[in-house]
């Protein structure tokens, strides 16, 4: 059972240049997330979808798009990236049925520095 | 605003008992979550909380008072293995999380 995957793993890229990472679910989970993680602070949420084909911004939408087009694939794309961006970037999903607590299962996580 | 607080750091001995606190002031309460996170790893769930009391789990127990705004998690027989940060996060109205910054926790032999 694979989960949540991510890709790249890592990456290096020019300030300027377009990103697009990747996020896969098989576990037919209705909610994802994409949020980034900074040494010091908490994880910010950027982008969330609670069903296909919806999508809703977080607390640091800025300079991140995202889109929902099936059950399994949440993709993040930086439009022209900028040193800021450089952090390591989880993708979560959740089932977001009633009555569950909402637990959220993560990517192994994509390490994003933006030179 | 919304504001979760946690200690950035605490060091605990192998064997012992270590206690994270948790302190939380949000826009509602649908419920408060404990993550384990190993460095270089993503977060995985441990506990949640939503009525007060306290919710054991092997040797893991976490503990909330709504009315205090607080959470603790409880880590007894401590091993090596748990060195790691854990993160407190809270569920506000909207059933957003808004997590805490992580307390790093150092396990010594």
């Known amino acids: 059972i694979a989960g949540i995957t991510q890709a790249p793993t890592s990456q290096i890229l020019a300030a300027g240049r377009r990103m697009t990472l990747r996020c896969t679910q098989d576990?037919?989970?209705?909610?994802m997330y994409w949020y980034r993680q900074d040494l010091g602070l908490g994880l910010r949420l950027i982008h969330y979808?609670?069903?296909?084909?919806?999508?809703g911004k977080g607390e640091v939408p800025d300079g991140y798009s995202v889109s929902r087009a099936n059950t399994d694939d949440f993709p993040l794309t930086l439009a022209s990236a900028v040193p800021s961006q450089t952090s390591v970037y989880f993708c979560?999903?959740?089932?977001?049925?009633?009555?569950?607590?909402?637990?959220?299962?993560f990517g192994e996580g994509s390490r994003l520095t933006v030179l | 605003g919304q504001n979760i607080d946690q200690p950035t750091e605490m060091t605990a001995t192998e064997g012992a008992i270590v206690q994270i606190n948790c302190t939380y002031q949000t826009s509602g309460f649908n419920g408060l979550f404990w993550y384990q996170q190993h460095a270089g790893e993503a977060p995985t769930f441990l506990s949640y909380n939503v009525l007060d009391g306290l919710e054991e789990k092997g040797r893991f127990s976490s503990f909330l008072s709504r009315s205090k705004g607080y959470s603790y998690l409880l880590l007894k027989e401590l091993q090596m293995k748990d060195s790691a940060s854990y993160l407190c996060a809270v569920m506000d109205s909207n059933y957003q999380l808004i997590w805490g910054a992580g307390t790093k926790l150092i396990i010594k032999p």
């Open positions: 576990m037919r989970h209705n909610a």
């Open positions: 979808s609670n069903t296909a084909g919806t999508t």
């Open positions: 979560a999903s959740s089932d977001g049925l009633a009555g569950n607590t909402g637990e959220l299962f």
